[in-house]
């Protein structure tokens, strides 16, 4: 089975003339999470906004479950379920009215079991019959996800699902996230908050100036762009860099009390055992020693900078 989404040469041009997305190529497949990363006016959320058919594409198709989601939109929408980054809810209607009629505006028939079902994975239930306006920020942002899951999509885009969201709540829909992988969901995430890709996806897409900079599996993309930090304290401090054959690499701390060895995460060892075998030589002795890896923020940060 191929994708369950396919972008083909995507473009967006405003009428102002603002060209938002660039010939954006992008296939998402099944049962992933897949981040979508970037940053204020990269393209993301019209990326988003065009798959799920509420703005419309200047160039290139788009296919959602095999459906093209112009000229067979009503099944190309009936797959996917989108919680937007922004609330929006009717304040007077209870939970439960509330995600029954989005089930039914997708001319799904009346499923109390599935709703139920859905309101207890969002730790929803016994807010059933409470009013939207009587619940907090967080809970309005589980009705909103409870909407977009009561047609029974394929396909989940979450746009900044835990903005203003406090680090509990925020926990508690990882693990959902996690839940609806396992039952087969594919879920497209696009955050502000890198540790929430690096936690939970699958594969990472950068988007920079309305172009996709770089789509790699994530734990490639840690190893190939990611860096490790090997941080020695001396026992006597130096007044100048050791001349070593290792010396790339490696600095010395203002006060001369460090050295500190950046590399690669590939081939780490010989590295790290060449470097202390030639400083014991050296007669240069350390009391401690850390290591630290660069993350996926700072990999991010790298290849914006880059592309800018």
Known sequence: MGPIIEVK???KIYSSGYQALKNINLDIQRGEIFALLGPNGAGKTTLISIICGI?????????ADGHDIVSDYRAARSRIGLVPQELSTDA?????????FSRGLFGKPPSPAHIEKVLRALSLW?????????LSGGMKRRVMIAKALSHEPRILFLDEPTAGVDVELRRDMWE???GLRADGVTIILTTHYIEEAEEMADRIGVISSGEII??????????????????LQLQEPLTELPRISSAEGLKLSDDGTELIY??????EQTSIARLLRELAEQGIEFKDLKTRESSLEEIFVSLVGTKA
């Open 126 to 134: 016994d807010k059933k019959d409470a009013k939207l306006i009587e």
């Open 55 to 63: 703005v419309n594409a200047s160039s290139g198709t788009v296919f």
């Open 214 to 231: 770089l789509i790699e599996e994530k734990n490639q993309l840690m190893q190939k762009l990611g860096k490790k930090e090997l941080t």
């Open 9 to 11: 040469e995507l473009s």
């Open 92 to 100: 007077f209607e209870t939970v439960w009215a509330t995600v029954t």
């Open 176 to 178: 959902m996230v996690r």
């Open 262 to 267: 950046t590399f690669s995460t590939v081939a």
